[in-house]
């Protein structure tokens, strides 16, 4: 599903940090509370040291999600990753793949809209925000990584905002993501810098209360 319009100022769970155990209880509760875009991590131990979610997982979660009328993001951390879109493209209404990850990133966000996913773009904190912009006719939003992929719980880097606005410049009209590090104290800055898609795992599922942690965040996220 390709939804139109893009929705904007939003929070999306990354599932990563669920309690797996409870899994459909902690995603009911987080639908409950208004969120609408949730976040599968998907690491292949080549392009990033850590391995977690497969396509199993995604159409599990998707179920739920999408009768609530939900949209399930797909974060593909993976290297040569062509035949994990066609794998994920059936859950999945986004997906976005790594710039460093593969030569021909433009054939692979092609193959994206193909599947009639939103196509994404991420970006390793080292890459240049400058490298999307080629890219902009085939893309719908670009992923900036506030931390190096692999590991939910890393610190926010701080150059992370200057980062956005530069890419809010040169792409005025693209949805900006930011993944990693993003919480309550760090939200603001890329919110300001012109972000639209704010994705946190552990400030949403490591807080005491998972429901009251997003809705902060989502307050937090929606312009004044
Ligand atoms: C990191 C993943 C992130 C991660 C974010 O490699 O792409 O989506 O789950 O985790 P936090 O919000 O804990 O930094
Ligand atoms: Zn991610």
């Given at each position: 599903?390709?939804?139109?319009?893009?929705?904007?100022?939003?929070?999306?769970?990354?599932?990563m940090s669920a309690d797996f155990l409870r899994l459909g209880d902690q995603v009911a509760g987080l639908l409950k509370a208004g969120?609408?875009?949730?976040?599968?991590?998907?690491?292949?131990?080549h392009f990033v040291p850590n391995l977690t979610l497969g396509p199993g997982f995604a159409e599990a979660l998707a179920a739920p999600v999408h009768a609530a009328g939900g949209l399930i993001?797909?974060?593909?951390?993976?290297?040569?990753?062509?035949?994990?879109?066609?794998?994920?493209?059936?859950?999945a209404d986004a997906i976005s793949i790594h710039i460093e990850a593969d030569p021909h990133p433009?054939?692979?966000?092609?193959?994206i809209r193909e599947h009639g996913c939103l196509a994404g773009l991420s970006l390793n904190p080292g890459t240049p925000v400058v490298a999307a912009a080629p890219l902009g006719a085939g893309l719908d939003y670009v992923n900036l990584m506030a931390v190096?992929?692999?590991?939910?719980?890393?610190?926010?880097?701080t150059e992370t905002p200057g980062r956005v606005a530069e890419l809010r410049t040169l792409m005025p009209?693209?949805?900006?993501?930011?993944?990693g590090g993003v919480d309550i104290a760090t939200l603001?800055?890329?919110?300001?810098?012109?972000?639209?898609?704010?994705?946190?795992?552990?400030?949403?599922?490591?807080?005491?209360?998972?429901?009251?942690?997003?809705?902060?965040?989502?307050?937090?996220?929606v312009r004044a």
């Open positions: 599903m390709n939804p139109e319009p893009i929705p904007r100022a939003e929070v999306l769970p990354s599932v969120a609408r875009i949730f976040h599968v991590d998907v690491m292949d131990a993001d797909v974060h593909l951390m993976v290297e040569r990753p062509g035949p994990m879109v066609d794998a994920f493209a059936g859950a433009a054939r692979l966000l092609e193959q190096s992929p692999g590991y939910a719980g890393q610190s926010f880097r009209d693209v949805v900006i993501q930011v993944d603001p800055g890329v919110r300001d810098a012109g972000a639209d898609w704010f994705v946190s795992a552990s400030a949403i599922f490591r807080a005491p209360d998972p429901c009251a942690a997003y809705d902060a965040l989502r307050s937090a996220a």
